[in-house]
């Protein structure tokens, strides 16, 4: 069997362990909210703090668990807590038990104001746009919601439903918090080698608005040591909706570093801090390289903490911090 050697440096100390595809939301009350994928994948569970640190030792509460049969109950992933229209949602990824890989994008609804104590409903599938026979019609998952100049919009990771599975990233408008208005439009496919290790893979999106600009970070590769994030950006009075519009960065923004003991940083988000102003990037890593098995299984991915910088030009530098 082949030994795994951890490295525990000042700058991998999880905020949250064992907890994969971390997303950190601010509430309008300037409280945060934690959700991120557990390790059974089977259940979706939330934590609230004052502060993000205070995210940490939050007590975590489960409020939806997978089905035993038939859609929704097997592969609960990347869950994400949204305020959209005064309401509280949780879009989420599920598959099922007898196929494995069918997954597919789901939302619940809270019943009432407070995300913790009060109930949550299944709302289904999200719905495509009416006439769009593309979307949701093979592996989806990874969604997240982004909302500019009075619209919602949809991103997610989806695969080719052809030939080799790539999996690519597509964003639409939103018509509602249910459904897509528009057909999906490709932004990203894994175009470059280091999106290209073991498999073909962009996923993971995440939204970060600064200065004038949109940026895109996703993550690429799979999900070993090898897995990273890339970057799209675009000027936020451009069309959201125009692939031609979107910049693409030749290489990671982030990846592995062995000497800071960090490995397969990925699946990330970007929350304000405390003070309204400071933008805090969420990601999940390991504290090893070698893997035992699969590892798409192994637990060790922790939610993991940096503050972003930002360049001369108003771009985001993500360079790995000494954790508190």
Known sequence: MRERKICITEYNKPL????ADPYVFR?????YYFMGSVPEYDRLAIRHAATIQGLRDAEEKTVWTKHESGPQSLHIWAPEIHYLDGKWFIYYAASEVNNKWKLR???LECTGDDPMEDPWEEGGMIQPADGDKFSFRDFSLDATIFQHKGEKYYVWAEKVNKGKKISNLYIARMESPYKLATEQVLLTTPDYDWERVNFWVNEGPAF???DGRIFLTYSASSTGACYCM???SIDENEDLLDPRAWKKERYPVLATDPEKGIFGPGHNS???GEDGVTDYCIYHARQYEKIIGNSLYDINRHAMLMKVNYNEYGFPVFRYQPMK
């Open 230 to 232: 890339g970057m799209l």
């Open 105 to 107: 994008p789901y939302i």
């Open 208 to 210: 970060l608005k600064h």
């Open 270 to 272: 970007f929350v304000k």
């Open 16 to 19: 949250i362990e064992n907890r």
């Open 27 to 31: 509430a309008p009350d300037g409280t």
